[in-house]
């Protein structure tokens, strides 16, 4: 059986979502489990049961600090190893993004599969053009973004969900594989004519400060890595393809444009 990480977040409920549509025999895991899933709480080593899975789709549990990602990765993994677990998938970072603000504890995630002893696809996904989308910032009808002129190799999360699931469905055919995961670029000037509204770049200071000063609910690690977001793009180290993901799935990918542009779209103020 697979088992699917973070069952009620975005991704991980669309892989598992797909996985069943397809009809593979899946689970969910979650810290507030539903129907027709199983508690799995990270931060509860002594909790975590895996019995009876095969094959572990391990969705980074990001939202925290390093050494908490690193913690709450370290006891799935000795879990997986513990109740017998065959294959990890786990749902990493493009390899373009190795400069961002939350790529250590995701490349310290990759060595650690690497070291389980456990069969173990890395799937190193794109940033989702649905946040792309979402970082824009609507102010009197017109979009303003730190992107500047730069551009990012979005991706649609349920193209990445569909990997996922591809692979999870037959691990031992990926084994030992790690695939960079991105889209085609996109600017936030072309998302913006996509809506029909002027495109406004303002400066990371600015940004910085708005998301200090007026962007209530943030956690204190996000400021550092939403900035380091906007400086990757618009400094040019987030726009590079690869044909992984196409060749992965046997398809065209779905749109990043109109996939970044509806993100952006529902986020309009009215």
């Given at each position: 059986?697979?088992?699917v990480?973070?069952?009620?977040?975005?991704?991980?409920?669309?892989?598992?979502?797909r996985?069943?549509?397809?009809?593979?025999?899946?689970?969910?895991?979650?810290?507030?489990?539903?129907?027709?899933?199983?508690?799995?709480?990270?931060?509860?080593?002594?909790?975590?049961?895996?019995?009876?899975?095969?094959?572990?789709?391990?969705?980074?549990?990001?939202?925290?600090?390093?050494?908490?990602?690193?913690?709450?990765?370290?006891?799935?993994?000795?879990?997986?190893?513990?109740?017998?677990?065959?294959?990890?998938?786990?749902?990493?970072?493009?390899?373009?993004g190795?400069?961002?603000?939350?790529?250590?504890?995701?490349?310290?995630?990759?060595?650690?599969?690497?070291?389980?002893?456990?069969?173990?696809?890395?799937?190193?996904?794109?940033?989702?053009?649905?946040?792309?989308?979402?970082?824009?910032?609507?102010?009197?009808g017109?979009?303003?973004?730190?992107?500047?002129?730069?551009?990012?190799?979005?991706?649609?999360?349920?193209?990445?969900?569909?990997?996922?699931?591809?692979?999870?469905?037959?691990?031992?055919?990926?084994?030992?594989?790690?695939?960079?995961?991105?889209?085609?670029?996109?600017t936030a000037?072309?998302?913006?004519?996509?809506?029909?509204?002027?495109?406004?770049?303002?400066?990371?200071?600015?940004?910085?400060?708005?998301l200090?000063?007026?962007?209530?609910?943030?956690?204190?690690?996000q400021?550092p890595?939403?900035?380091?977001?906007?400086?990757?793009?618009?400094?040019?180290?987030?726009?590079?393809?690869?044909?992984?993901?196409?060749?992965?799935?046997?398809?065209?990918?779905r749109?990043?444009?109109?996939?970044?542009?509806?993100?952006?779209?529902?986020?309009?103020?009215?």
């Open positions: 059986m697979i088992l990480t973070g069952a009620n977040g975005n991704l991980g409920s669309a892989v598992l979502a996985l069943r549509a397809d009809g593979v025999a899946a689970t969910g895991g979650s810290r507030t489990p539903d129907d027709g899933t199983r508690r799995l709480d990270f931060d509860d080593p002594p909790g975590l049961d895996l019995a009876g899975v095969s094959t572990l789709v391990l969705v980074s549990a990001g939202y925290a600090e390093d050494d908490q990602v690193l913690a709450r990765h370290t006891a799935v993994l000795d879990a997986a190893r513990r109740d017998g677990v065959r294959h990890v998938v786990y749902t990493s970072l493009t390899g373009a190795d400069h961002l603000g939350f790529a250590l504890a995701h490349r310290a995630t990759e060595r650690l599969v690497r070291r389980s002893g456990l069969a173990w696809t890395i799937l190193r996904n794109g940033l989702y053009a649905e946040l792309f989308g979402g970082l824009l910032m609507w102010t009197d017109a979009l303003e973004s730190a992107f500047g002129d730069g551009a990012l190799a979005a991706v649609a999360r349920a193209d990445l969900a569909d990997a996922a699931a591809l692979v999870a469905a037959d691990p031992a055919r990926h084994s030992g594989r790690v695939l960079d995961l991105v889209g085609t670029p996109v000037e072309r998302v913006a004519t996509r809506l029909g509204v002027p495109h406004r770049s303002v400066g990371l200071g600015e940004y910085r400060r708005r200090l000063d007026e962007t209530p609910g943030l956690l204190p690690f400021p890595m939403l900035v380091s977001i906007a400086t990757g793009v618009r400094h040019g180290f987030l726009d590079g393809t690869t044909h992984d993901l196409a060749d992965l799935l046997g398809r065209p990918l749109d990043p444009l109109a996939t970044a542009a509806a993100a952006a779209s529902a986020a309009r103020p009215e």
